[in-house]
DNA sequence: GTGAAAGCGCTAACAC
DNA sequence: GTGTTAGCGCTTTCAC
C-alpha cells in the first residue's frame, strides 16, 4: 500500500499564496484582522492544497489539545460500554478528541502511569470511568493533586470533587417498595459483589425500604454474586435453601434476575405468582425474558455525557478563570419499569 | 480545585543536573553513548523533578505519535463494544495509544474530515471499525490512497486491502447443518438487515446449506429484521404465517432468537420439540435463556486484537521497509455451541 | 492589515 | 561521551 506521503504545511501554504505563515494562520484561525482579498486568496490555496492544519503543533504551542482522556474498565460489559458512548458523542459534539485507556482490573491499577501517559500527550482533562470497587478511591484519600481537571464516574459523592452517577440507592427503594405494593413481604436480595459501591448503594435501598414498610430484612434474605447470571443462578439456589418462604427477589441486575428466572421455571416456580422479581439496569433483551422482566432504567450513557459537559466546564474555568466552577456530585434519577415478572395477579 | 500547574521540561532537568538537553534526552532513550556517572545524575534528577518526557514534543519531531485512530460506530452494542474492547487490550500490550472516534451512523458519514481529525492529530495508523453496510465502502472503488496505514473490519475481503472478520458465511453452514443434523427440514431464518454484509453472509450460508442437503430455501423461508429483539418477534411472527410448516429457525443473532423463544412459549410451541432455535454471536446470556440457546460464538474481541497486531505491523513496515507488508484478509472461525433450543429428541 | 522573530518541548545531525 | 545547531508546524508578541 502507498500512502500520501507529505503533509501540506502552513509554510507552503504561505509561498504558495505569497503571504507570511502569520497571515496563514491568522485566516485559518479566523482573525478579523486580514482583508478580504488576502483571506480569500489564502482560502483558495488552501483547499486547492487540501492543507490540514497540525492539531499536534498547535496543542504543542498553545499547552492544550482539545482532546480528553478517558480511563475505563470492563468494556465488555453492558454499563462502561454505553457509557464510553455517551462520551465520545458528547466529546464530538463540544470539539474535543477522546485519547481511551482500558485497564485490565477494576481494583488494581497505578494512577501515576496512567495520568503520566495522558498528560505526557497533553489532555485537557480526564473522565475517570473506573466505578469504585474496594479502596481503589484511596487515591484520593493522599490529598493528591491533578494535573488536570478531572472528574469521575459512579462513586460515593465527596466534599470538593466532582463526580456523575446513578443514584442506585433510590433506583433501589423503588424496586422494592414496587414489589412491597404487589403484597409482596418476604423479600430476598441477589446483591453484586460488596466491594462494589453500587451494589452498596443497591443494598442499602433493599435495607431501607424493607424496614420502612416493617418488614425484616435480616442477612439471611440477601447473597451476593458477581454480576454475572452464572453466579446468580448459585446465589439464588443458595436462597432458597436459607430463606424458603420468599415470595419475591430484587436483583441487583438484570443478568443475574435472568437466571433466576430460569431457575424458577427449572422449579416450577411461577413468576410473578410464586416469586416476583424486579432486575436492574435494563439491558435492552429485558422485555424478552420469559415471563418480561420488571426493573430499574439507568441512563449510563447521560451518565457519559453529563461528565463531559461537566470535565469541558471545569477545562473552561482553568482557561477563563472568569468562569468559576465549583465541583458537584450529580446524581441521576433511575426510574422503574414494570413488566409482567413482578405485576401481581395475588391479592 | 488547584491543578499542579506547570510541568517539568527537558531544558529544566538538564540546567539542574548541569548537563545538555542532548544529554537528558539520551538517558530517556536509553541511548547507550552516555557514562555511567551522568546517567545516574540524570536519572536522579529525572526522578526528584518527577520530569515526564512530552509525547507531544516527540511527536512532532519524529512525525510519528505511536497512537492509532479507531473509527467505530454503534458503541452501544455488544459487538462494537467487544471489539473496542480487544483493541485497546491489544493497543496497549504493542506501545500504543488510542484516539477514538464514534459516528453517529453506520451509513451516512463523510470520510474526509474523521480522516482529517485523526491526521491532524498525528495518528500512525487507523482501525476502520465500521461495519460494512449498504455502499459504506464506495470510497474504496474510488481507488483514493490514504494518508496512513489502515485495516477495516467486517467486510468482504479485497484484493489489495487489510480485512480482519468473523467467518459469518461458515458460521451461518455450520448451525443449519447442525439443525439438519437434527432432523429438521423445514428450517426458516431470521435475519439481519439485508444491507449489512454479516447479515448477507449468513443468508447465504443458510441457503447453501440448505442446497447441499437437498433441502428447500425459498425467500418465503426467510425475512429480516433489524438485529433488535422486538424486530425479531415481528418478523418470526410473519414467518409463522407464511411458512407454517417450519420446524427450526436460524435467527441471525441472539437478541432476535430470545424474543422468537418468547413468542414461540406463548403460543405454546415447545422448543426445541415444535420447533429448534439456533442463534448467532453468543451473547454472554444465552445459555439462561429459556430453553437455552444454541448459538455460534463469534469472538469480537479478537477480531479487535487481530486487527491492531496487523496494523502495527504495516506501520512497522513503513518506518522500517526492509519489513515487508503483504496486506491480507483474515478470517476467524466460529464455533457452534450446542444448548437446548436445538437439541432433537424427536427422532 | 501584515510580517519578523522567537519559541512550545523535544531530537537528528553533526561537531568536538 | 557530550554539546551545538537547527528545526518539527504552529502561534504569540511586537513591530511596522
Known amino acids: 500500500m502507498i500512502y500520501r506521503s507529505k503533509r501540506v504545511t502552513i509554510k507552503e501554504v504561505a509561498r504558495s499564496a505569497g503571504v507570511s505563515t502569520m497571515t496563514v494562520s491568522r485566516v485559518i484561525n479566523q482573525h478579523p484582522d486580514v482583508s478580504k482579498d488576502t483571506r480569500s486568496r489564502v482560502l483558495d490555496v488552501i483547499q486547492q492544497m487540501g492543507f490540514q492544519p497540525s492539531s499536534l503543533a ?11 482522556g478517558v480511563i475505563t474498565a ?21 470539539g474535543y478528541g477522546v485519547l481511551l485507556k482500558e485497564i485490565a482490573q477494576f481494583e488494581k491499577f497505578e494512577i501515576q502511569p496512567l495520568f503520566d501517559s495522558l498528560i505526557s500527550r497533553q489532555v485537557d482533562g480526564i473522565v475517570w470511568a473506573i ?33 456523575v452517577s446513578v443514584d ?12 412491597i405494593d404487589q403484597g409482596c413481604t418476604r423479600i430476598g436480595h441477589i446483591a453484586g459483589p460488596v466491594e462494589w459501591w453500587e451494589a452498596q448503594q443497591r443494598i442499602r435501598g433493599w435495607e431501607t425500604a424493607l424496614r420502612e414498610a416493617g418488614l425484616p430484612a435480616e442477612s439471611r434474605q440477601c447473597v451476593s454474586g458477581n454480576w454475572s447470571s452464572a453466579s446468580g443462578e448459585m446465589a439464588f439456589q443458595r436462597r432458597l435453601d436459607q430463606f424458603p418462604e ?13 437466571s433466576l428466572l430460569q431457575v424458577a421455571s427449572r422449579m416450577a416456580m411461577r413468576v410473578p ?23 430499574i432504567r439507568t441512563d449510563q450513557k447521560q451518565v457519559g455525557e453529563l461528565a463531559v459537559q ?3 466546564r471545569m477545562i473552561q474555568s482553568v482557561w477563563s478563570p472568569e468562569i468559576p466552577y465549583e465541583p458537584q456530585a450529580i446524581m441521576i434519577h433511575p426510574e422503574l419499569v414494570v413488566r409482567e415478572s413482578s405485576l401481581a395477579n395475588r391479592r
Open 58 to 68: 498547535r496543542s504543542l504551542i498553545q499547552q492544550r489539545s482539545y482532546t480528553i
Open 74 to 94: 470492563g468494556l465488555k460489559y453492558f454499563g462502561p460500554s454505553q457509557t464510553l458512548n455517551g462520551i465520545t458523542v458528547q466529546a464530538e459534539t463540544l
Open 131 to 163: 466505578p469504585q470497587v474496594g479502596s481503589n478511591r484511596s487515591f484520593l484519600d493522599q490529598g493528591i493533586s491533578f494535573p488536570v481537571p478531572i472528574i469521575f464516574l459512579t462513586m460515593e459523592p465527596r466534599e470538593g470533587i466532582p463526580v
Open 168 to 179: 442506585n440507592y433510590s433506583g433501589a427503594v423503588s424496586a422494592v417498595r414496587h414489589l
Open 246 to 258: 420468599m415470595d419475591a427477589v430484587f436483583a441487583g441486575n438484570d443478568q443475574m434476575a435472568l
Open 273 to 295: 405468582q410464586d416469586l416476583a422479581v424486579v432486575g436492574f439496569d435494563h439491558l435492552a433483551e429485558s422485555p424478552y425474558f420469559q415471563p418480561s422482566l420488571s426493573t
Open 310 to 312: 461537566e470535565l469541558v
